[in-house]
């Protein structure tokens, strides 16, 4: 398995804190997305790193900011969480190098509940 | 742009039967193609991957899948299912250069029944 985690794995909080999950992948790979799971619309692309101090916009990037100091963290924050931000969060990450094909290895989730 | 449809959010299949997870999709270039599962609570693990290599593509626990450009479509099948396959699946889409980024269909859960 790709050496990727998340943390927390399951946070309960309320509307209008600031929440920050870490991504730590232990491949050395250079590319690092964020995603959210909800019933009904599969995996969206939130924010992604094409390495260290580079990132850019997914498809609902509204209300999320992201930093890559180092290559092996990619940290996600809810400014002031919102009640619509409960979601499953995945990491996931990527090599671009010739066999690879963009193949996405994705860590275990977090669980973020906004009360 | 690119996109992805997967045809049936739900699919139940007994025991021994046929697995056929539909994907279609449209890119203005020739994707790769992608197909994954995720267990109950878990992270997604890849099942398969088109790279134009060859069209019928292998993958993991006895899935396979065929790249059809006329059709513009990725099924995922299986001969025979098991108790084991219940999950959801996904498949997904990404330019073979670039950022490397995926667009994801909806996904299918599968249900397997005794």
């Known amino acids: 398995d790709a050496g990727i985690t998340q943390s927390p794995r399951h946070k309960v909080t309320e509307t209008g804190t600031p929440v920050t999950l870490r991504c730590h992948q232990t491949e050395n790979h250079r590319y690092m997305y964020w995603y959210r799971q909800d019933p009904g619309h599969g995996l969206r692309l939130i924010h992604y790193?094409?390495?260290?101090?580079?990132?850019d916009k997914g498809e609902v990037s509204d209300g999320y900011s992201v930093s890559r100091s180092k290559t092996e963290d990619f940290l996600l924050t809810l400014e002031s969480a919102t009640s619509s931000q409960t979601s499953v969060y995945f990491c996931a990450i990527s090599e671009s190098v010739a066999g690879s094909y963009n193949e996405q290895f994705f860590g275990p989730g977090t669980r973020l509940t906004v009360l | 742009a690119q996109s992805v449809t997967q045809l049936g959010s739900h699919v139940s299949v007994s025991e021994g039967a046929l697995v056929l997870l539909r994907c279609n999709y449209s890119s203005s270039v020739p994707p790769y193609l992608f197909w994954y599962v995720q267990y109950p609570n878990q992270g997604l693990q890849l099942l398969l991957k088109?790279?134009?290599?060859?069209?019928l593509v292998k993958g993991i626990n006895g899935f396979e899948a065929e790249f059809k450009k006329s059709e513009t479509s990725f099924h995922l099948t299986k001969p025979s299912a098991h108790m084991s396959d219940a999950a959801e699946y996904f498949c997904?889409?990404?330019?073979?250069?670039?950022?490397?980024?995926?667009?994801f269909g909806t996904g299918t859960r599968l249900k397997v029944l005794a």
């Open positions: 088109y790279t134009s290599a060859a069209t």
């Open positions: 790193s094409y390495g260290v101090k580079d990132t």
């Open positions: 997904a889409v990404s330019k073979p250069s670039g950022t490397y980024k995926y667009i």
